[in-house]
């Protein structure tokens, strides 16, 4: 028996590290919960990116859910998601709202004029003030935000196909659920 | 940046006029002097120039990331205290006073701006919890969602302790045992792994 415990500190060991690395291909280890999940969406006022003039706030948004996608055209994970948003954005169900973060406007035009746009709206957030109140601490991150202008979900990160399928999705089909009883 | 030039400063006051600062601290006076001392007076100055930079280049380097206009001393300390117990979201092993991240720049701001309208620390880190969570804080208050991360460490050295003193107790009575039966040569306790 004495003789066998070393080899079951080492395949303790093994588990461990095993879970710790699938673990982390599954979760974003610097990905931080937010706070605001099942909260009302700080209130905001921001410009639309294409006519600043214009000034969207939160208050035009509600009655319909829309996914805030938090961009920037300096953003390399941006470049991986954009893609991504391009297919599946129609099959979601839900208004795509670009949220440009501490962009130039030239910039983030030429960046969507290369790339193509997938957004219903875009808003620019130059200075970043009005992210820190959504908790945005880099960018790409995401939130679905319902009728009601509650935040019900958030990710960290480049939206993956996979996420996609196995979070937002089932996020916006709950919300779906609910206006139709 | 005009503390370096202070070394050769006085050649360098007088010869303003002078298109670049290496020209400014060579000598121009007498011609004669000049090429006597030829190879001498360019050469103390790097060395000192480098050695100045050695000194204080951590000390201008802290000035870049900060020229914030605290309204006096006390601010500013409260300010640096404060920041040191707060985590940058983005770079999650540095202090929003250390971090050079686009995020970590924003939030000291933000954290300047409050302080000008009056806000206490307690109310500055609820801002900051409200938006980022728990995690922003390097003192994380204890609550149901921290008590793996406070008692973690304990259970960890609990569950230790109790297998050596479980293996310590296991090989005091095998030595009772090997103490009775060394006569007899039956044991083997050159084993124990």
Redesign the interface.
Do not use: A, H, N, T
């Given at each position: 028996m004495n003789r066998l415990l070393p080899l079951f500190g080492f395949l303790l060991l093994v588990t461990l590290f095993g879970f710790g690395i699938w673990w982390n291909t599954r979760h974003d280890p610097n990905a931080i919960p937010s706070p605001l999940i099942n909260k009302p969406a700080p209130a905001f006022v921001l410009p639309e990116l294409y006519d600043p003039a214009v000034k969207v706030s939160k208050a035009d948004l509600l009655g319909k859910p829309y996914l805030l996608n938090v961009f920037a055209s300096w953003c390399i994970e941006c470049g991986v998601e954009h893609p991504v948003l391009q297919v599946e954005g129609p099959t979601l169900g839900v208004q795509l709202v670009g949220y440009n973060y501490k962009d130039a406007p030239a910039d983030a035009k030429r960046w969507l004029a290369e790339h193509g746009n997938p957004y219903h709206l875009l808003l620019a957030d130059q200075s970043g003030d009005t992210a820190i109140n959504f908790g945005v601490y880099g960018a790409p991150e995401s939130f679905l935000i319902d009728a009601k202008g509650v935040i019900r979900y958030k990710h960290i990160g480049p939206l993956t196909p996979g996420v996609i399928r196995r979070e937002l999705k089932p996020a916006i089909a709950a919300l779906s659920k609910e206006a139709q009883p | 940046m005009t503390i370096l030039f202070r070394p050769g400063g006085g050649s360098f006051s007088r010869d303003r006029r002078a298109a670049s600062p290496s020209e400014a601290s060579r000598p121009k006076a007498s011609p004669s002097k000049a090429s006597r001392l030829k190879p001498l007076p360019q050469r103390p100055l790097l060395p000192m120039l480098l050695l100045v930079l050695l000194l204080f280049g951590g000390a201008l380097h802290a000035q870049a990331i900060e020229p914030m206009p605290f309204a006096n001393h006390a601010q500013e300390l409260r300010f640096q205290h404060l920041t040191a117990q707060l985590r940058c979201?983005?770079c999650?092993n540095e202090t929003l006073a250390d971090s050079n991240a686009?995020?970590a720049r924003?939030?000291r701001n933000?954290i300047f701006q409050l302080m000008q309208h009056g806000q206490s620390d307690a109310q500055i880190k609820h801002y900051l919890?409200?938006?980022?969570?728990d995690?922003v804080l390097y003192d994380p208050p204890v609550k149901p969602g921290t008590w793996l991360l406070w008692f973690g460490p304990l259970l960890i050295l609990l569950g230790g302790g109790s297998v050596v003193f479980m293996v310590v107790r296991k090989r005091h009575r095998d030595g009772i045992a090997a103490g009775i039966t060394t006569e007899s040569g039956t044991t083997d306790d050159r084993?124990?792994?």
């Open positions: - | 979201p983005m999650q686009p995020i924003d939030l933000q919890v409200d938006r980022y969570s995690f084993d124990d792994w």
